[in-house]
């Protein structure tokens, strides 16, 4: 006489993927929670510089480009001597108004900074410390930069794709 034993049946594929996506949806989890502890924040210190452009037409744009190459050289001299590059700045911001015969403000002190992708993270929208020029309506897109450091005046860099650690392990784990 044989002993009386179970038969099990081995789990049906159904039951193997569920798992599978819970695994799956479970690294998820975790990738969130640690990038939400690890958040690299943007701190920069010193002055932050914004020139806002009136609209985003080309026109706009192209006029906020001039009036940043107009004062990019005297943003050079912000971190020596701020208080005597500010009044120049005021007085070019003044020059250029007329001479464009359009709107053009500065202003400084608390001003907000909006998300921005930043080297190996995403900095939150901040109050900080800056100058802002604003053109017309301010209504276009912005060009910012940190000065110190120099920010604004170092090269471009080409935006990465966002990377996910545990995509990247597991590509590593099964190349090899």
């Not at 006489?1 to 049946?9: R, T, V």
């Not at 924040?41 to 192209?62: C, H, K, P, W, Y």
């Not at 900074?113 to 897109?141: H, L, Y």
Request: net charge negative; with cysteine; proline share 5%.
């Amino acid at each position: 006489m044989l002993p009386d034993y179970e038969i099990k049946k081995a789990p049906s594929i159904g039951k193997q993927v569920d798992a599978l996506i819970f695994f799956v949806w479970m690294l998820l989890l975790i990738q969130f929670c640690l990038f939400l502890l690890f958040q690299q924040n943007e701190e920069v210190e010193g002055m932050r510089f914004r020139l806002i452009a009136n609209s985003n037409t080309m026109e706009d744009q192209q006029m906020k480009n001039d009036v940043k190459h107009h004062i990019e050289p005297i943003l050079l001299n912000y971190v020596s001597n701020p208080e005597t590059t500010y009044s120049e700045l005021e007085k070019a911001v003044e020059k250029l108004s007329n001479s464009l015969d359009t709107n053009i403000n500065i202003t400084k002190g608390q001003a907000s900074f909006p998300p921005k992708v930043w080297e190996a993270g995403i900095s939150s929208q901040v109050m900080t410390e800056s100058i802002v020029i604003s053109i017309g309506n301010a209504r276009g897109d912005n060009w910012w930069c940190a000065l110190f450091p120099k920010v604004c005046y170092k090269e471009e860099v080409k935006e990465e794709k966002p990377k996910f650690w545990v995509w990247e392990w597991l590509k590593k784990k099964f190349s090899t």
